[in-house]
Nanobody, 124 residues
């Protein structure tokens, strides 16, 4: 089994910064891609960013490009999402996800493992 645990959510003012972390444990050897998704109240879950474990590939949603940065640690245990210049529309529950696939996919159906989520609220 694989466990993904998010942390770092909270309340932040518009224009501020926040750093989310996702700690992975268990049988993580088969995971090739890690990603962040988010879901706002009344909306569908949407892709935020993805990164490959074994290469330097990253992929961002247009809505966060230039403001958010996804990074990984060399031990392949933690993925972070640095959020800068946040906006009220970034308010959502943020989920960490892992995929056994090899592509940086924006589709949630391509991800095999999910965390429980962490709430991010941006005040105006």
């Amino acid at each position: 089994q694989v466990q993904l645990v998010e942390s770092g959510g909270g309340l932040v003012q518009a224009g501020g910064s926040l750093r989310l972390s996702c700690a992975s444990s268990g049988r993580t050897a088969g995971i090739n891609v890690m990603a962040w998704f988010r879901q706002a109240p009344g909306k569908e879950r949407e892709f935020v960013a993805a990164i490959t474990w074994t290469a330097d590939g990253t992929y961002y949603a247009d809505s966060v490009k230039g403001r958010f940065t996804i990074t990984k640690d060399n031990a392949k245990t933690t993925v972070a999402l640095q959020m800068s210049s946040v906006k009220p529309e970034d308010t959502a529950v943020y989920y960490c996800a892992g995929s056994r696939g090899i592509f940086l996919s924006p589709f949630s159906s391509r991800y095999d493992y999910w965390g429980q989520g962490t709430q991010v609220t941006v005040s105006s």
